[in-house]
């Protein structure tokens, strides 16, 4: 089967991959709907990504942020991210990247014009919409930081749950699975959406590439049974 999906690969003009939190599994980062570890192992990542969880506890959400923006910069780019990264640079135009993920790996190594569905966890922005005092150079220091004319407080540039995706990329996330000859899923369990939709509505061929069942799996032309970083380099060889 991976033989037939390389083949599949050369053929493809346009190519759309679109990724999760398994992506990242190999260079260290939890996933979300994994076991987590250490400190934060009694929360759930699915209540603490929202609003709501920010406003009823902002020190503890601002916390699980805190920790998760140190793990992810000891951490480096997998050799899934850096396969991806230089397939793209080896056929410009021909590759688009689609990333549920946060964390900025795919940046990292290399990738340009990552459509970032969910965000950016390394960047801030307020909670609520800035007033002419808010200077986010200038905030008090504080778990959150916040405003010291009006409280406003400073929140990770995610997309939590409820919230609208940054319509640019989700538009152009769309049109790439529109007008893909193949579309690779990698590490994603297919349950969060607009993303995981963009697997349904691919015009070409679909590929699974993960070590377990997702949700996506009925829609798919091939599943592979692996790792990211382990598969990735072998498909995208020329
Ligand atoms: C490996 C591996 C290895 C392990 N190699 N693989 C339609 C139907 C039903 C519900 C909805 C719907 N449309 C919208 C909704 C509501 C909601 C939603 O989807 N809910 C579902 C849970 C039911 N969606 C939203 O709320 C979205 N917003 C929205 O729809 O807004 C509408 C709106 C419009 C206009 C105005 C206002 C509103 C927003 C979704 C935001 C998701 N945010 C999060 C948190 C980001 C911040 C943070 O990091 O804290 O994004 S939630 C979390 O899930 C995170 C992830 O990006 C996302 C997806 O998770 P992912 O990547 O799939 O990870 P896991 O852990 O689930 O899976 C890991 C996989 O890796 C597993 O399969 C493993 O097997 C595999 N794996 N090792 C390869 N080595």
Redesign the pocket.
Known sequence: MTQEVHAWLRAAKRIAVL?????S??SGVP????AQTGLWAQFD??Q??TEEAFRANPSMVWG??AF?REMIAQVDPNA?HLALAAFAQRHPGRLTLIT???DGLHQRAGSAGVLA???N?LEDKWLDIPKPCCDADSAAAGNPPYCSGCGNMLR?A????????PLQALDAAQAAARECDLMLV????????????LARTAAGKVVI??????ELDDAADAVLR??????LPQLLED
Request: proline share 8%.
């Open positions: 990724t999760g939190a398994g992506m599994a190999e996933t979300f709907r994994d990542p699915m603490l990504a699980w942020y998760r899934g549920q993920n946060v569905l969910h965000g966890i990770p995610v997309v939590w749950f409820g919230e609208a995706l990698v590490g994603t369990s297919g349950v969060v959406y607009p993303a995981a939709g590439i993960n070590p377990g069942p997702t692996g790792k990211a970083a382990q598969l």
